[in-house]
């Protein structure tokens, strides 16, 4: 089974900032061959992805975060982050970790899932 853990929210002033930590029980082979992302929902909006990073260490980020957070990943640790800096009270919003296993056709069909953390929130006041 597939668990996503984030951690690492909270509340922080404007112009502050927060990394968010992602760890993926999955096998390290399954983590290292496959991209993962982070998304966020504020009330009342659609959850929209925030940033991601290919299993070959490729990152893309969104406009209104581009300059200001960073995605990494360890995949000796099964995990991923996200810094974020210089943060705006428009970044308040849950933030969750994502792996999408829909289409890896080299897994079982049992592991083929799109799966979701928790979330953590992220407040930032102004």
């Known amino acids: 089974q597939v668990q996503l853990v984030e951690s690492g929210g909270g509340l922080v002033q404007a112009g502050g900032s927060l990394r968010l930590s992602c760890v993926v029980s999955v096998s390290g082979t399954i983590f290292r061959s496959n991209a993962v992302g982070w998304y966020r929902q504020a009330p009342g909006k659609q959850r929209e992805l925030v940033a991601s990073?290919?299993?070959?260490?490729?990152?893309n980020h969104a406009d209104s975060v581009k300059g200001r957070f960073t995605i990494s990943r360890d995949n000796a640790r099964n995990t991923v982050y996200l810094q974020m800096n210089s943060l705006k009270p428009e970044d308040t919003a849950v933030y969750y970790c994502n792996l999408d296993l829909r289409t890896n056709y080299d897994l079982p069909t049992s592991y083929r899932g799109n799966y979701w953390g928790q979330g953590t929130q992220v407040t930032v006041s102004s």
């Open positions: 990073i290919t299993r070959g260490g490729t990152t």
